[in-house]
């Protein structure tokens, strides 16, 4: 614990709203996906996909203009009950038989989780000494993924007891708990927002990208290896989707499913310093893509709902974790416009916006032959380029630190 008493209530209180956080999410994300599933089927989520995508680039356009003249937890906070009563209208549109909603539902799904997250990370970032973020990003990890357990728990519980669509109506007060506790951290810890030379816009950010060699080769890589997570998404929603007759049901399984995710990656969150160490980055990236090509190649031997669920846990749980930790450290040795613009679209952007090209994807093949005996061939071939793009990155990585750098380097 840090010895600063403003920096001891602001772990307490973060470690709190990364918990609730991730609760939220927990209970929203399969509620959401079963809804949508028996209500539009898995063909339509391309077409959510791009809306999602979409939806994104405007938000994130908003949050760029506003991200220098709000303080963090104050944005963190109207971010949180604007979610809270987002969602509420939402449900009531639903109930009221208003057309589209489920599409709505799954983008609001979808963009709050990324906004909040961004948010609570800026405001750590600009508080935090590496010495203390050192050890509180795992604490916060690790304490956000208990969240993720206690939610799916919840909605495994529940889900066939009171049906998905009532247990979404939790939702809104637990983020409307979660802006009341950021506001308070405001008044008590908040943090002044450095001065700058302008607001900065997405154009800036797409320039610092598209000048740097190194920052281009990282835009490939959240592209593609997010492209085949939700290629392993539409996988595994295909066969839940035939494999259990209700939206409860099917609930209920999605959160089974997402509640090994979140303990899987508490795992790797405590083993992620230690297989750094053993292996560094470079290596440790390019083990990612050979597990889960292994694992597409199990699907194909066995292509049974198991195979895929296995599959889609080995995705998300890496992604979360050791890739995500592995991914930033990257950042380190470049310069400080590179590390702010740069990664806000690298990051920001790149992550739903890959979902867009990777719907595009889908909608093609099911337009030309039916995505089902096409999919596969195509998450092999991404998986190879995602492994070659590793490889692109590792050299120029290697290029900017040392092995022997990188073991000593407290930076």
Not at 118 to 124: G, K, L, M, R, W
Not at 193 to 198: A, K, R
Not at 320 to 325: A, E, G, Q, V
Request: glycine share 8%; net charge positive; with cysteine.
């Amino acid at each position: 614990m840090p010895r600063d008493p403003l920096d001891q209530i602001r772990v307490v209180a973060l470690s709190v709203l990364a918990f609730l956080l991730m609760l939220s999410y927990a209970v929203a994300r399969p509620a959401v996906e079963g809804l949508f599933l028996k209500s539009l089927k898995p063909s339509q989520l391309p077409v959510v996909w791009l809306l999602v995508a979409a939806v994104v680039v405007g938000v994130v356009a908003l949050y760029a203009r506003v991200v220098h003249r709000v303080e963090q937890m104050r944005l963190f906070s109207v971010t949180a009950v604007a979610s809270a009563l987002i969602l509420a209208a939402l449900l009531a549109a639903r109930d009221a038989g208003l057309p589209g909603m489920d599409y709505l539902l799954y983008t609001w799904k979808d963009v709050y989780v990324v906004l909040l997250v961004e948010i609570f990370y800026s405001y750590a970032n600009s508080v935090f000494a590496i010495r203390t973020a050192r050890w509180v990003y795992g604490l916060f990890g690790f304490l956000a993924g208990v969240g993720g357990v206690v939610g799916s728990l919840v909605v495994r519980r529940w889900a066939e007891v009171v049906g998905a669509a009532r247990l979404l109506r939790g939702v809104p007060p637990l983020l409307l708990l979660i802006g009341g506790a950021s506001l308070l951290l405001a008044r008590r810890a908040g943090a002044s927002l450095p001065g700058s030379d302008g607001t900065p816009r997405l154009g800036d950010g797409v320039r610092t990208v598209s000048s740097s060699r190194y920052l281009s080769l990282l835009l490939l890589l959240v592209a593609v290896t997010q492209t085949v997570i939700t290629l392993v998404d539409y996988q595994f929603n295909e066969v839940a989707e035939r494999a259990f007759s209700t939206e409860d049901r099917l609930s209920a399984m999605i959160a089974t499913v997402y509640g090994v995710i979140n303990v899987a990656t508490l795992a790797l969150h405590a083993a992620t310093g230690p297989v750094l160490r053993l292996a560094g980055v470079p290596l440790t990236l390019l083990a990612i893509p050979l597990l889960l090509g292994g694992g597409l190649l199990g699907f194909v031997i066995v292509p049974v709902f198991a195979t895929i669920a296995a599959i889609k846990v080995a995705s998300k749980c890496f992604d979360y974790s050791i890739f995500r930790t592995a991914k930033e450290i990257l950042y380190i040795p470049l310069s400080f416009e590179e590390k702010t613009r740069g990664k806000f679209v690298v990051d920001m952007v790149t992550y739903r916006v890959a979902k867009g090209g990777a719907s595009l994807l889908l909608l093609g093949l099911v337009t030309v032959a039916g995505a089902g005996h096409l999919v596969t061939p195509l998450d092999f071939a991404l998986v190879a380029g995602w492994l070659l793009v590793t490889l692109g990155i590792a050299r120029r990585f290697r290029g900017l630190v040392s092995r022997d750098q990188e073991l000593r380097s407290r930076h």
